[in-house]
């Protein structure tokens, strides 16, 4: 099992930048992709970004270009920093971790708020 733990949501103005951390803790050996998914008010929760042990990203349409995921292996935390943000970008972030056994596990979640 992976324990996660968030941090870094909060509000923030239209064109703002905010950058999400998730650390990991546990079976961290058996981690492969990390990732963070969104879910707005009402709405299904959707991808956002994810990155592989090798590197590589893929990204939603809606945030390429402002939005960018990275990782830290020796730290065991993922980051998504957050730029050009938009009141569409409201939602609960919640981070992932894939273990190489199939399994997913999520973050508790955290509140970013686009708002004047």
């Known amino acids: 099992q992976v324990r996660i733990v968030e941090s870094g949501g909060g509000l923030v103005q239209p064109g703002g930048s905010l950058r999400l951390s998730c650390g990991f803790s546990?079976?961290?050996?058996?981690?492969?992709?990390m990732g963070w998914h969104r879910q707005a008010p009402g709405k299904q929760r959707d991808h956002v970004a994810v990155i592989a042990k090798d590197g590589s990203t893929n990204y939603a349409d809606s945030v390429k270009g402002r939005f960018t995921i990275s990782r830290d292996n020796a730290e065991n935390t993922v980051y998504l920093q957050m730029k050009s943000l938009k009141p569409e970008d409201t939602a609960v972030y919640y981070c992932?971790?894939?273990?190489?056994?199939?399994?997913?596990?999520w973050g508790q979640g955290t509140q970013v708020t686009v708002s004047s």
């Open positions: 546990g079976s961290i050996f058996s981690i492969t992709n």
């Open positions: 992932y971790a894939d273990q190489d056994v199939g399994f997913r596990n």
